[in-house]
């Protein structure tokens, strides 16, 4: 067993929104998609040795989520599917993807 992995993951996305008709109601939903930019860092200790390995690569976004008031506040909740494909992934000469599907909670302003 290793003592400590950690995962990071630091990027940008560059997305088009579509806000979908609300008809009055207070909750805006919308579609959003787009390219996505990302630094993927690997961080593994046991034992007092240290590894760190970074990769950055290219990948693209696509979800949904509504936008709607709590009390005050104007807020969001997103879901996205997320895919950064490699054609090197940290430097192994493997090609490969890494997929996830992040649900973010925000504020807006």
Do not use: C, H, M
């Not at 046991?46 to 807020?75: C, E, H, M, P, Q």
């Amino acid at each position: 067993g290793l003592g400590d992995v950690d995962l990071s993951d630091l990027g940008a996305n560059a997305n088009v929104v579509f806000w979908l008709p609300n008809a009055g109601s207070p909750v805006r939903a919308y579609v959003t998609g787009g390219p996505s930019y990302s630094r993927i860092k690997f961080n593994i200790s046991d034992s007092g040795t240290d590894l760190s390995i970074s990769d950055n690569n290219w990948g693209f976004n696509v979800g949904g989520g509504l936008d709607f008031a709590l009390g005050a506040l104007s807020t969001r909740l997103d879901v996205r599917y997320r895919r950064i494909s490699s054609d090197d992934i940290f430097g192994s000469g493997e090609s490969g993807t890494i997929q996830y599907i992040p649900i973010t909670f925000g504020l807006t302003f």
